[in-house]
């Protein structure tokens, strides 16, 4: 048996390593069942059947990640691809399918190569299915994450959420909730840093402190998680101080007020909402739609 036939029955990773010129990184996707209705014959038309997809997508060289999940392709960016090829409309064919699939992921910018495969599992005595490669560039835009609401909840908004949770929980959109600490008496360090870096390791805390009175909602500390949470319609208790400090361009200061205007600016929000009296440091020009939720008994 040749090479060239050895491979073509080779899984995706198998086929990438074999035809590799030189060495990349991949990330894979391997044995993803999902029951969809998709076909050209008339008995798959009204009926779901289980495809299986195996995807390989082999990325650009780049400097270490350093363990920072932002600085790689999550492999959420694979599935998202399978979901949203398959969301926008009936296809009747698996080619079709593995067409779109492979344009998602190689409009992401890591990604320079990628093997798909689909099978149908229903179909036959065997697996009937399709296999393509191919190499960037894409003609699709970048995957983007849903524009978000950004809220910023004041300390004392915070202590019970009872009077604004459903009115913000409920609401349309992704959420993500930023929360202030009580005001520091006075300084804990003489060095701005070290300073800095405490009072933002302070919100972090206030965010876990309230995500004991908000089961639901999840503490999430880096963009990746973010934009998932945002794709998937979840609302976020942001703790700050990990993005703040990795940001070229961050934040003027480590005030909830100026974390929570600086995140809306990052992730274009749609709206930014000030629960109770939420204290801004100093006046935030913004274009963006500001709403106040005063607290029952308390001028905001």
Avoid at 91 to 117: G, M
Wanted: with cysteine.
């Amino acid at each position: 048996m040749t090479d060239e036939t050895r491979h073509a029955f080779e899984h995706p990773q198998a086929r990438a390593a074999a035809t590799a010129s030189g060495l990349r990184d991949r990330i894979l996707l391997q044995d993803h069942i999902i029951e969809v209705e998709i076909g050209a014959f008339r008995a798959e038309r009204g009926a779901t059947q289980r495809l299986a997809f195996d995807i390989v997508a082999e990325l650009a060289p780049a400097p270490s990640a350093g363990d920072d999940v932002d600085r790689i392709l999550s492999y959420d960016r694979l599935t998202e691809a399978v979901a949203d090829s398959l969301a926008t409309e009936r296809l009747d064919l698996l080619e079709t399918l593995a067409e779109r699939i492979a344009e998602r992921i190689l409009a992401e910018p890591q990604a320079e190569r990628v093997f798909v495969r689909i099978r149908k599992l229903d179909r036959g005595p065997g697996a009937l299915g399709v296999e393509i490669m191919r190499a960037g560039p894409s003609t699709c835009p970048p995957s983007t994450a849903p524009r978000p609401v950004v809220a910023l909840i004041s300390a004392k908004a915070a202590a019970d959420p009872s009077p604004w949770r459903e009115a913000l929980l409920d609401g349309p959109g992704p959420l993500i909730l930023c929360v202030e600490t009580e005001p520091a008496v006075s300084a804990v360090a003489d060095d701005a840093a070290i300073q800095g870096r405490i009072e933002l390791l302070a919100l972090d805390q206030a965010a876990w402190r309230l995500s004991a009175e908000l089961p639901e909602v999840e503490v999430r500390d880096n963009r990746t998680e973010i934009d998932w949470a945002q794709r998937k319609g979840a609302a976020t208790l942001w703790a700050p101080a990990r993005m703040a400090v990795s940001a070229l361009d961050g934040p003027k200061g480590t005030g909830a007020g100026d974390l929570a205007f600086w995140l809306a600016d990052t992730l274009d929000a749609r709206e930014i909402v000030l629960v109770g009296a939420a204290r801004l440091e100093q006046p935030v020009a913004t274009t963006r739609p500001l709403r106040r939720i005063a607290l029952p008994g308390a001028a905001s």
